[in-house]
């Protein structure tokens, strides 16, 4: 009997030590599960880590990520800056940014964006011209008058000029993409899953706030 009790507490520590054994985190290469941007981008805070998300309202791949990243969000560091920004590959991406671009304007984003990925995704909105746009925000609490007013500001306008040609800059070539710093860049394609694109987007984070 005492030799079977030598056993099991052998067995019992050798299952103990195992669990005891720090795991390894996983090591992500550039050129395999994110890539460089080239050059690198200039960011809005250089006192900052600036992330910005390039997504679509239209691309159900955009829509499936919002509760990783919103979940991501609720946690990201005090350092980080977090910007979204729709991708205008069509005019049909144009519409859907000057609308994005219109509830910031008006201060209503926060209540607009989840609505409005809700309204195309799921209820299949053709949300594509001003007129129905207005339609939209009035259902929303923003009077015409006042939607049409930011829809056509001068502000709204520069935002979209700007929006246009950043896609080709950050080398984006499908939504949802992130951008680290002006300088990585992470896509579904190259991460394989959400849930790994935040663990990536987290290890850059670290890599880029050691450097500052």
Not at 45 to 51: C, G, N, R, S, T
Not at 136 to 151: L, M, N
Not at 186 to 205: C, G, H, T, Y
């Amino acid at each position: 009997m005492q030799k079977h009790h030598l056993i099991w507490i052998s067995l019992l520590f050798l299952f103990l030590g195992s669990h005891l054994v720090p795991v390894q985190a996983e090591e992500f290469k550039a050129g395999v599960d994110y890539e460089l941007v080239t050059p690198p981008q200039p960011v809005q805070d250089a006192a900052k880590v600036e992330v910005m998300e390039f997504f679509w309202y239209g691309c159900p791949h955009c829509y499936h990520f919002e509760p990783d990243l919103n979940a991501w969000l609720k946690r990201k560091p005090a350092n980080v800056a977090f910007i979204r920004q729709p991708a205008i590959f069509s005019a049909l991406w144009g519409a859907h940014a000057k609308a994005f671009f219109t509830a910031d304007a008006l201060g209503v984003l926060d209540r607009f964006h989840p609505d409005f990925y809700e309204a195309i995704q799921n209820q299949h909105e053709k949300l594509e011209n001003e007129d129905v746009l207005s339609q939209f925000f009035a259902r929303h609490g923003v009077a015409e008058a006042e939607f049409r007013k930011a829809y056509k500001s001068f502000a709204v306008d520069a935002k979209m000029r700007q929006a246009e040609p950043m896609g080709a800059r950050y080398g984006i070539t499908g939504t949802p993409s992130l951008i680290v710093n002006g300088k990585y860049r992470i896509s579904p394609s190259q991460a394989k899953s959400f849930p790994r694109m935040v663990a990536i987007l987290d290890e850059l984070i670290r890599q880029e706030s050691r450097s500052k």
